[in-house]
């Protein structure tokens, strides 16, 4: 019986364990941190805080070229480009601060994100 308890005592904290690996990888970052890491990041789900800017993105940001549609996000500590619409109108939504959820991606040694979830922070 002790066996038992202590296999499942060591089961239970395991998972514990695993749980607080994945609220690790997605720990709220900034641009300029997605980008010095991105090479460790690739892969992993993101959380990010940063301003929509639709297709209106400063010059200085790296564009990936993933599709003809990609938007981007800036905060302040730099820039970078989305897959696509990001789930959100480049037009309309342009200029919100955007809280998102985010898988890290890289092409040609740009880093850029697949926005798995979006919510409008203000």
């Known amino acids: 019986m002790k066996k038992h308890t202590a296999l499942a005592l060591f089961l239970t904290l395991s998972l514990f364990?695993?749980?607080s690996v994945e609220r690790k990888e997605t720990e709220k970052l900034s641009i300029k941190t997605l980008n010095e890491k991105c090479k460790e990041l690739v892969g992993k789900k993101v959380k990010l805080s940063a301003k929509y800017m639709g297709w209106k993105c400063p010059q200085?940001?790296?564009n990936p070229g993933i599709t003809r549609s990609d938007t981007?996000?800036?905060d302040s500590s730099g820039c970078i480009y989305a897959e696509g619409l990001a789930g959100l109108d480049p037009l309309i939504d342009k200029g919100k601060i955007i809280s998102?959820?985010?898988l890290v991606k890289e092409k040609r040694?740009?880093?850029y994100l697949?926005?798995?979830k979006e919510d409008e922070v203000r």
Do not use: H, T
Request: glycine share 6%; proline share 0%; net charge negative.
């Open 72 to 74: 981007c996000f800036v």
């Open 100 to 102: 998102l959820e985010a």
């Open 17 to 19: 364990s695993c749980a």
């Open 60 to 62: 200085n940001c790296k």
């Open 109 to 111: 040694g740009i880093c």
């Open 114 to 116: 697949e926005v798995l």
